[in-house]
T-cell receptor, first 115, second 114 residues
């Protein structure tokens, strides 16, 4: 039973390019969460999605960042016109539902480096 | 706003020794508290969590943590560590009751030496 799969593990982009990070949740999970870990900081919540819906994007930067979780396929975190400050580790988690007692399962993360 | 402070970035110990990883949080409201572990090349895994009730919480792999509201702490302990416990440990807080809107500390790297 595969866990949460994130790819790529490492992504290098030049300033101004687009970055696309993918997350395939665990089998049977329909809730996906994205977190960002900036250098020298802890992970922070960005966005929560269910299939085809954004439920909570209170942690997303207002510009250049977007996320989707289509009916088919992985969840995508998209960063347009990347800047050096976007360099970070991006983690995805999934759960079968959202409730106080639901357990989150995390992927290994994607390390984004912006040159 | 909520924040988490893990006081030690690295903790080296010898096998079979006891260990305590410290975590302090700040929040103006009631919180849920979590400890996650990340083994090399793996995703974060939940070790234990405090939602309510008994302040002593037992988790997997022999770990436990105690919630201390007056000291705003949630330290993680294990009486006897194994080499396999070598990993990065993250403390996290959720003050919204969502179970997902977590703020994590920077992590503590526990290295268990033979």
């Amino acid at each position: 039973n595969a866990g949460v799969m994130q790819n790529p593990r490492h992504l290098v982009r030049r300033r101004g390019q687009e970055a696309r990070l993918r997350c395939s949740p665990m089998k049977g999970h329909s809730h996906v969460y994205w977190y960002r870990q900036l250098p020298e900081e802890g992970l922070k919540f960005m966005v929560y999605l269910q299939k085809e819906n954004i439920i909570d994007e209170s942690g997303m930067p207002k510009e250049r960042f977007s996320a989707e979780f289509p009916k088919e396929g992985p969840s995508i975190l998209r960063i347009q016109q990347v800047v050096r400050g976007d360099s970070a580790a991006y983690f995805c988690a999934s759960s079968p539902g959202v409730a106080t007692n639901e357990k989150l399962f995390f992927g290994s993360g994607t390390q984004l480096s912006v040159l | 706003a909520q924040s988490v402070t893990q006081l030690d970035s690295q903790v080296p110990v010898f096998e079979e020794a006891p260990v305590e990883l410290r975590c302090n949080y700040s929040s103006s409201v009631s919180v849920y508290l979590f400890w996650y572990v990340q083994y090399p090349n793996q995703g974060l895994q939940l070790l234990l969590k405090y939602l309510s009730g008994s302040t002593l919480v037992k988790g997997i792999n022999g770990f436990e943590a105690e919630f201390n509201k007056s000291q705003t702490s949630f330290h993680l302990r294990k009486p006897s560590v194994h080499i396999s416990d070598t990993a990065e440990y993250f403390c996290a807080v959720d003050s919204g009751g969502s179970n997902y809107k977590l703020t994590f500390g920077k992590g503590t790297l526990l290295t268990v030496n033979p």
